[in-house]
T-cell receptor, first 110, second 119 residues
Framework: EDQVTQSPEALRLQEGESSSLNCSYT??????LFWYRQDPGKGPEFLFT?????EEKEKERLKATLTKKESFLHITAPKPEDSATYLC???????????WGAGTKLIIKP | DGGITQSPKYLFRKEGQNVTLSCEQN?????MYWYRQDPGQGLRLIYY???????QKGDIAEGYSVSREKKESFPLTVTSAQKNPTAFYLC?????FGQGAGGAYNEQFFGPGTRLTVL
């Protein structure tokens, strides 16, 4: 069964404490791995698309990487404004649909 | 500014009542989607449309209906047949699957959401 699993469910960090969020996937013929940020009560905001294993993309304090089984969202020296839920989703070879993970809630304490 | 708008932001439904959620986009996207988000779960696809006057059921279409009469608009009706409609509803749009430089990898862009509560 095609599935996307995110871990941990929640992560509390001190400001400046770097860490990584994990998105593991078991989908046939990956055609894109997507990362989004979602603030409470708002719609998800697009961050990155990764297409193939070994690819990396960066935006400010965030860097997304992709292997054949999982993707990581690395956050370097986070600030309180980075607090949000981070969602990942995978698109399969032959399907319009995205398969979504349940998200990781990131809390950065000042 | 280009974007996706959803209205209302909050909606309350009585038992046995149908309600309609609005979604409008001015991004000139062909494809539009409706998702439901519940706490602790991933987004679940209700309906999607790749082109005007055509739409397909997603994973949880029962109790919902849609129309796509205009490229810009994709309203969702939550009918009385939906037994547990309390959730956060998200509308999204994208370039049609296979179009553009992104091809099959086109990103979806989301509206601000509508929170529906059953009284």
């Amino acid at each position: 069964e095609d599935q996307v699993t995110q871990s941990p469910e929640a992560l509390r960090l001190q400001e400046g404490e770097s860490s990584s969020l994990n998105c593991s996937y078991t989908v046939s013929g990956l055609r894109g791995l997507f990362w989004y940020r979602q603030d409470p009560g708002k719609g998800p905001e697009f961050l990155f698309t990764l297409y193939s294993a070994g690819e990396e993309k960066e935006k400010e304090r965030l860097k997304a990487t992709l292997t054949k089984k999982e993707s990581f969202l690395h956050i370097t020296a986070p600030k309180p404004e980075d607090s949000a839920t981070y969602l990942c989703a995978a698109r399969m070879d032959s399907n319009y649909q995205l398969i979504w993970g349940a998200g990781t809630k990131l809390i950065i304490k000042p | 500014d280009g974007g996706i708008t959803q209205s209302p932001k909050y909606l309350f439904r009585k038992e046995g009542q149908n309600v309609t959620l609005s979604c409008e986009q001015n991004l000139n996207h062909d494809a539009m989607y409706w998702y439901r988000q519940d706490p602790g779960q991933g987004l679940r696809l209700i309906y999607y449309s790749q082109i005007v006057n055509d739409f397909q059921k997603g994973d949880i279409a029962e109790g919902y209906s849609v129309s796509r009469e205009k490229k810009e608009s994709f309203p969702l009706t939550v009918t009385s047949a939906q037994k547990n409609p309390t959730a956060f509803y998200l509308c999204a749009s994208s370039i049609r699957f296979g179009q553009g430089a992104g091809g099959a990898y086109n990103e979806q862009f989301f509206g601000p959401g509508t929170r529906l509560t059953v009284l």
